[in-house]
Nanobody
Framework: QVQLVESGGGLVQAGESLRLSCAVSGIVFRFIAMGWYRQAPGKQRELVASISIRGTTNYADSVKGRFAISRDNAKNTVYLQMNSVKPEDTAVYYC?????????WGQGTQVTVSS
């Protein structure tokens, strides 16, 4: 069974940086694409960044130029570097595959950006 464990969230001020990590187990990590999702209060969960097995990245317009997704296949870990954060980035962040997603989500990691 695939397990996803997110970490690295916290309270930061607007304009600061944060790096999130997601440890993946239960699957051959280097053979799967991965993504970072977020869910803000009262909103649907959205995919903000993805990375293919070859390292090709894609970003939602709202984070393009500020966030960077990367992966370390030796550590079975995917990262999200968040720079120049904004209050609207406040959300619980989750990792999972892009479609088709794994059925079980991790607990997520809370990111709160103060203005």
């Amino acid at each position: 069974q695939v397990q996803l464990v997110e970490s690295g969230g916290g309270l930061v001020q607007a304009g600061e940086s944060l790096r999130l990590s997601c440890a993946v187990s239960g699957i051959v990590f280097r053979f799967i694409a991965m993504g970072w999702y977020r869910q803000a209060p009262g909103k649907q969960r959205e995919l903000v960044a993805s990375i293919s097995i070859r390292g090709t990245t894609n970003y939602a317009d709202s984070v393009k130029g500020r966030f960077a997704i990367s992966r370390d296949n030796a550590k079975n870990t995917v990262y999200l570097q968040m720079n120049s954060v904004k209050p609207e980035d406040t959300a619980v962040y989750y990792c999972n595959r892009p479609d088709p997603i794994f059925p079980s989500w991790g607990q997520g990691t809370q990111v709160t950006v103060s203005s």
